[in-house]
């Protein structure tokens, strides 16, 4: 198992909330920002959210934004995934990733930006 573990996943029904934690053994050098990102079987992986952990400034994709909040813990190793008006179409395995380096405002919801990746974490809403 890598550095990176998350949890919190849960089934819930639309418009409930959950918050997802993802614990971060590994060196804060390899800690420059880290993202939550989603999957659904045959689609490819969605960047949702994502945060810096110097300035913690925030990026979101627009399917989540107003409605899913990122924040990180004052040790900066513990990142999390507020998420509130759960939808159907949230249903997903969730992931959290760390990036070493700053690669733009652009990559901080691509994948290829980010170097370790957590194991996932499901979350399944009912309508």
């Known amino acids: 198992q890598g550095p990176l573990a998350e949890s919190g996943g849960d089934s819930v029904q639309a418009g409930g909330s959950l918050r997802l934690t993802c614990r971060d053994s590994?060196?804060?050098?390899?800690?420059?920002?880290w993202a939550w990102f989603r999957e659904v079987p045959g689609k490819e992986r969605e960047g949702i959210a994502a945060?810096?952990?110097?300035?913690?400034?925030?990026w979101y994709a627009s399917s989540v934004e107003g409605r899913f909040t990122v924040s990180q813990n004052s040790a900066k190793d513990t990142l999390y995934l507020q998420m509130n008006n759960l939808a159907p179409e949230d249903t997903a395995i969730y992931y959290c990733?760390?990036?070493?380096?700053?690669?733009?405002?652009?990559?901080?919801?691509?994948?290829?930006?980010?170097?370790?990746w957590g194991q996932g974490t499901q979350v399944t809403v009912s309508s």
């Open positions: 590994g060196s804060a050098y390899a800690r420059y920002s």
């Open positions: 945060l810096k952990t110097t300035s913690e400034q925030t």
């Open positions: 990733a760390t990036a070493p380096n700053y690669e733009g405002a652009s990559g901080m919801l691509r994948s290829s930006t980010y170097h370790y």
